[in-house]
């Protein structure tokens, strides 16, 4: 984009000698008036169209091109920015879509005031190309450029446009000029995220199609015989009881029909056709200019149940948006159901699509968040790829205030969670309304310190972001606004925006002007700090005193004087309220500041003062907001013991509980109880203690973790975390009569470093960790040479320390990662390397995986550490996992069901052997492939090479391998491997050892794997 600004400007210099950069910021709107006819073909699912479309210069400069887009070659081929935008974001489903799914436009000829014109796509992107015209166009003057297109529809399952069977998504469609405003040329390609800014004009469209569809567009309808057919249709909808079941697609009427829709003052044109709609129709009536506006529901059997109240929920948001914004000027507004891949609804002038909802108040929300769209989007046309906030955000914040003030209450949203099961009451999930939801979502990437900008350009938001940043932490911020400038002053500065701008292309400064001359405040904390960085608030009080009619601050009043830390990065206004048996007595405003200052707030009889009270700060830590006026730990919330795992309450101190057993062949089985702080939001101080009791060892066992993470604002690391666990368990168990249970105790700490991407959309992650590990192990003579007596020895101890590099891409196509690890202990310096590529399928999560891994000693000074071909526990205190890093149910257990577990570690060998254990090096090769078909299974390969020079096994070939089949519940976590095939290293092994095939089947159960750390963690990394 720059590149073409600064072209033109250097073409524009050079060609025209008014020209200055002055200009650039004057504002001026093109205009583009369209006449278009179309005629679909529902067999072969395509367009065939003629456009006509008259281009009027209203800017100071002379034109020389015209900019066009043509999104529906977005769909064309694995090319396009669409198309890089699903491989980035891991939407494999679109990316890997059949030919005859995918869509394209051609058959152009353009033409401008009849003359044949020279037209060049962008080199780069097939969805734009450029009119060169024949002759300048200059200021005030208008040309009329036309063109015949073609359109194949794609599948409507890859993004918005296309088609299901016979229900038709006809939307981004037509070649269409992209928008030259004062900043220059916007041309773009068409992607799911940020998708519009167009120029205003007037669309008189005229669609062909077989009779019995039924056809919700943008627009006035203009044809008398069309209206009547869809009146019928509104009655015979009205005059349904049960809709019962999906409908099938009735046959095409042979005979097709015209019908024509005009709109002015709109951007867009969208139209959506299917024969079986029902069709729904009422009307609502503007709260000053008294017009009334016709409303509009399409939908079909599959959701009818919800669809028969829709009329009233678009009227609700047409009238509210009307009265806080300012009047739709429309006369028609429809919503359609259908099905669309991307998002569960989308915005188009007049008309909105929306996905599929299950629940009446999901319905609601989406559509009056897409009707909504009609003033940010519709009516206010600022840029969305550039700063999709003012319409997504600003929308965002609407709809949150519709469904908190005008329709749906705290009640109706813990119904229908209450209906989905137990889950939503005993997380507490059940209890909270949408604003709260937005809430949770910006704490969840604002205390991971993964949070961007507000003001951050479409394309760029990670997937995750854009919806907690840009569309919860914009609403939530304008909630702020709303809070602290009052709703009446609120709702007056953007009336005066809408009403500046209507019509027009604003942007942030605009919006930024208007707030600050209509409130006649300083807002730079809002919208320079609170939208253009990612500065978080987090007021706390530090103490209480109080003053008795202080001359100073207050001489009329008695009260207290709070000393008040900004503890976040943000310094924007709060309120603090004095409250007295939960009731509010008085709020009061005060301006932000940096660090600790101290204000005075009246109160005669109060128990505590509370910043925030009505929680309109996203403030990202709500539990220093609260103090006692009496009392000891004024600061301290009371303590609460949920069960499970809970939202975090700020007014409590939660120490969460849950019952747990677990089992291992030494302990037998343990149960007790596992205490911790994890929620669904991470916090910087967690811990679980969990505490059983091991019927085996009839000794206390578990484990305890506690971590520790900050998130540096500034330098290389995102991420820095401290991590201390202690476990104890029995690990063998002895020969000897009575039973004896030996038991370790182990110590680990770790220091990890998430490194920093210069982009936060980037697939990388990468980190630098210290591990410290201290192992104690009681020990019996039973090990290596069983001849000694079975005797507990005492205990003896051990460390290592570990330092190691890994380096993962996470893209859903073809992945692959890298990691050195160094490991030294007494007597020895271990480090390896790891590799691993994945060759992805055509389908999600299958293909073929490579590893390579190599390990050896840089020092070796008769330790008794080796390197490994298998990763198992099995042996004298499972003596390849000898840091005691995974659990197993019977770690050193020689034989038996239990010894067959192992993880996929070291050398990685499915099956059991000594074969290549040495203490210089190992090298392998692993490759598991996915079997055709949906298939749980994979075909493994194992290949490793390793020094025999200090061991000498038989049938030594330099080489030794084996392979067979995978079938897994869960692919790393729950599988079990048949191995088919060895190398006769390995068979000799085998055969000395009597082994039988049953023998040789192991498993993957990765306990690790189901840690509550890890699991929480799981639910959505990036
Ligand atoms: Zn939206």
Known sequence: MIIRLI???????????????TADAQYFQQEVNYKITVTL?????????????EYINHSPDTLFEIYIHLWANAYKNKNTALSRQWYENGNTESWFAADKDR?????????????????LYDSAQIDIGRIILNEPLYPGRHITVSTPFYVKLPSARLSRMGHLGQFYAITQWYPKPAVYDEHGWHPMPYLDMGEFYSEFGTYDVSITLPKNYIVGATGELQDEEEVRFLNERVSQTESIVDFGKSMEFPTSDPEDKTIRYVQSNVHDFAWFADKRFHVLKGSVEMPVSKRKVITWAFFTNDEAGLWKNSISYINKALLNYSTWIGEYEYNNCSAVDGTISAGVGMEYPCITVIGESRFDFVLEEVIVHEVGHNWFYGMLASNERDYAWLDEGINTFYEMRHMSEAAVNKGRVKSAIGETGWAGRLTGLADIDSRDLSFLAYLYVARRNSDQPINTPAPEFTETNYGAVLYAKTGLGFEYLRAYLGTGLFDSCMQEYFRMYKFKHPYPADLKKVFTETSGKNLDWFFNDFINTDAKPDYSIRSLQRIYGNSLINPASKGYALKIKNKGSLNGPFSASAIQNGRVLSTQWYEGFKRIDTMFISCEQCDHIKIDVHESIPDINRKNNSFRTRGILKGVEKISFPFLIRTENPERTQVTWTPIAGWNNYNKLMAGLALHNISFIRKRFEYVVAPMYSLGTERFAGMATLKYSAFPGTGIFRRVTVTGQLSRFAYNVSEAKPLIRPKYSRLEGELNFLIKNSKHKSPWVSAVSFRNINIMEQMTGYGPEPEFEPLITGETGRYHNIISLTMKNRRAIDPFSGGVEIEQGKNYVKPSLELVYRYSYKRKNRGIDFRFFTQGFFLNIGSVNSVHMTGTGKGFGGSEDYLYDNSYFGRSDYTGFWSRQFYHQAGDFKIYSPIGRNDLWI???????HLPGRLPVKAYLDIGLYDKSRRSYMDYKGLTYDAGICLYLVQDIMEVYFPLVHSTDIRRYLETNDLRFRDKIRFVFNINALSPFRLRDGILTF
């Open 41 to 53: 073909n529902d067999i072969e699912h395509s367009l065939s169209a003629f456009e006509t479309f």
């Open 923 to 929: 090298s392998t090769v692993n490759i598991k492939a």
């Open 7 to 21: 072209k033109k400007h250097f073409i524009l210099t050079v060609f025209s000698a008014s020209f200055t950069w």
């Open 103 to 119: 869509g394209y436009i051609d058959g152009l000829h353009f033409k401008v005031d009849n003359s044949d014109v020279k037209f």
